[in-house]
Nanobody, 127 residues
Framework: QVQLVESGGGLVQPGGSLRLSCAAS????????IGWFRQAPGKEREGVSC????????YYSNSVKGRFTISRDNAKNTVYLQMNSLKPEDTAVYYC????????????????????WGQGTQVTVSS
């Protein structure tokens, strides 16, 4: 079974930072790109970022570009999302998921392109 476990969420003041981790296990072939999504109450799940497996190419939504950085450590099967300059509108449950390909494509922002999901971690940005 493929398992993804997110961690690192919490409560932070506006302008603060958090680093989320997504630890993967159970892969028979660790060849997936990984995406981060978020979902706020009453809103649709939104693609935040994607990182390819092999070439490490990264993609970001316009809402987080310049503030968030995605990275991965393939030896540890872990993907990170460094979130800086956090805003109240970043408040959501954050999920990581395995993309169906090894590289992120133009469809990376669609949750339908992902197969396995973690349970999510809550991020709350509030003063």
């Amino acid at each position: 079974q493929v398992q993804l476990v997110e961690s690192g969420g919490g409560l932070v003041q506006p302008g603060g930072s958090l680093r989320l981790s997504c630890a993967a296990s159970g892969f028979t072939r660790a060849l997936y790109a990984i995406g981060w999504f978020r979902q706020a109450p009453g809103k649709e799940r939104e693609g935040v970022s994607c990182i390819s497996r092999s070439d490490g190419n990264t993609y970001y939504s316009n809402s987080v570009k310049g503030r968030f950085t995605i990275s991965r450590d393939n030896a540890k099967n872990t993907v990170y999302l460094q979130m800086n300059s956090l805003k109240p509108e970043d408040t959501a449950v954050y999920y990581c998921a395995t993309y169906r390909f090894g590289v992120c494509t133009s469809a990376w922002g669609s949750h339908r392109e992902y197969d396995y999901w973690g349970q999510g971690t809550q991020v709350t940005v509030s003063s």
